[in-house]
Structure formats: structure tokens, C-alpha cells
């Protein structure tokens, strides 16, 4: 009975560690890790929140159209690279996947979201993003639960463990 007891958490760390993106060391990410937004290459700080569920990434001038049929948004990502230490601004077209109302100590507020690639350690995700101006944000991506679940575990005492290391990234 004991056997089998600890056969079970065995097997979840087994499978934990197979779908995680831990530091070259064996850590887990840190709460601040450098991340790239695809396909523009652009690489700035993503801060890793485990207190929302939602992930967002900076936009501005954000414009709804429909194409057919279906609704987009079109929006400015003005960001600087802090590799490059160069502004990286693009006109960005997505499709909306849903509107998300949030709710917090301003407020509510609704936003669009929509698929995005980005990069992180040397996992390729297209997660959904809400989109808001975060110019006043030290950060302008913020990775929520939902992608978190998929990257590993987070240690809040650590940052920049890992480096993006896509292989889409390498084929610039």
C-alpha cells in the first residue's frame, strides 16, 4: 500500500518536470523572467503572476474592425527591446477571441483578447492575451495562471533564470 501511495507523486513530478520550462540549474522560473514576443522579435521583461488568470500584453491604439465576417482588433505594440535597447513599434491584426471584463481596485474594465506567440526559456506558446496600455506597468507583458500552468513552477525569491531560446527564434 505504501509502495503505491508514492507512486503517485512520483508519477506527478514526473510529469511535472517533462511539461515545465525550469532554469538550466533545475530551478523553477523567477517572478521576472526575459521573454519575446513573436513574430516581432521583440524581447522585454515579463513579470510571471500567479495572481491572475489572465495573461496581458501591452497595446495601444486599439481598433475594432470586422474581417470576414468575424471580429479583429488592430493595436500598436510600441515596445523597447531590452537586448537591443532599440523601440520596436508594429500595427498588429487579430482576430478577437473574447472580451474580458476585469475587476479590481480602479474599477472594472473590458479588453480584448487575443492569441499572441511569445517565447519563453525554450518553449513556443500562442496563449491568449488580454490587451491594455501598460505603459505605466514596469512590465509590459504579465504571464497569468493560464500560461503559467503550462511553463512550471514559479520561486517569487528569483528573476531572469532562463534566456528565450525558441527554435523559431533562431531562424530570424
Not at 474592425?65 to 479583429?72: A, C, R, S, T, V
Request: glycine share 6%; charged share 35%.
Amino acid at each position: 500500500m505504501a509502495s503505491r501511495l508514492l507512486a503517485v507523486p512520483a508519477a506527478l513530478l514526473f510529469s511535472l518536470a517533462s511539461y515545465s520550462c525550469l532554469a538550466a540549474d533545475g530551478t523553477p522560473l523567477g517572478w521576472v523572467e526575459r521573454g519575446q514576443i513573436l513574430p516581432e522579435h521583440v524581447t522585454v521583461k515579463f513579470k510571471l503572476d500567479t495572481g491572475a488568470l489572465t495573461s496581458s500584453m501591452h497595446a495601444e491604439d486599439l481598433d475594432y474592425f470586422e474581417k470576414d465576417g468575424d471580429k479583429w482588433v488592430r493595436f500598436d505594440l510600441d515596445l523597447k527591446d531590452v537586448e537591443q535597447d532599440k523601440l520596436v513599434k508594429s500595427r498588429i491584426e487579430r482576430k478577437l477571441q473574447r472580451e474580458l471584463t476585469v475587476r479590481g481596485a480602479g474599477g472594472k474594465e473590458d479588453r480584448p483578447v487575443v492569441l499572441m506567440k511569445v517565447c519563453v526559456g525554450d518553449r513556443l506558446l500562442e496563449e491568449e492575451f488580454s490587451l491594455r496600455d501598460r505603459d505605466e506597468m514596469n512590465y509590459p507583458v504579465l504571464l497569468g495562471r493560464r500560461t503559467l500552468e503550462k511553463l512550471g513552477p514559479v520561486d517569487s525569491a528569483r528573476t531572469f533564470t532562463i534566456e528565450p531560446s525558441c527554435a523559431e527564434v533562431a531562424e530570424r
